[in-house]
Nanobody, 124 residues
Framework: QVQLVESGGGLVQAGGSLRLSCAASGRTFSSGAMGWFRQAPGKDRDIVAGISWSGTSTYYANSVKGRFTISRDNAKNTVYLQMNSLKPEDTAVYYC?????????????????WGQGTQVTVSS
């Protein structure tokens, strides 16, 4: 079993920055890919960014390319999402997810473990 705990969400003005963290426990963290998803009210949960087990391969949704950066520190069992130039449309609950697969996936069903989510609100 894997436990994921997100932190770093909050309220920020448009153009501001936030850094989300996701601390993992319960398995060898470095063995699987990790992802960040988000879900706004009334909408589906969508991929924001993903990173392979080694950190050498990443994926970004078009809406966040150039603004968000995913990274991981396997020594600290933590994955990060640096969010810059935030927009009101980035407002959502952000979820960290862990996969038993090594390669990055954009599909929800390929992630096996989920955190409880952290709220990000961007005011205009």
């Amino acid at each position: 079993q894997v436990q994921l705990v997100e932190s770093g969400g909050g309220l920020v003005q448009a153009g501001g920055s936030l850094r989300l963290s996701c601390a993992a426990s319960g398995r060898t963290f470095s063995s699987g890919a990790m992802g960040w998803f988000r879900q706004a009210p009334g909408k589906d949960r969508d991929i924001v960014a993903g990173i392979s087990w080694s950190g050498t391969s990443t994926y970004y949704a078009n809406s966040v390319k150039g603004r968000f950066t995913i990274s991981r520190d396997n020594a600290k069992n933590t994955v990060y999402l640096q969010m810059n130039s935030l927009k009101p449309e980035d407002t959502a609950v952000y979820y960290c997810a862990a996969s038993d697969r090594r390669v990055v996936s954009i599909r929800l069903r390929e992630y096996d473990y989920w955190g409880q989510g952290t709220q990000v609100t961007v005011s205009s």
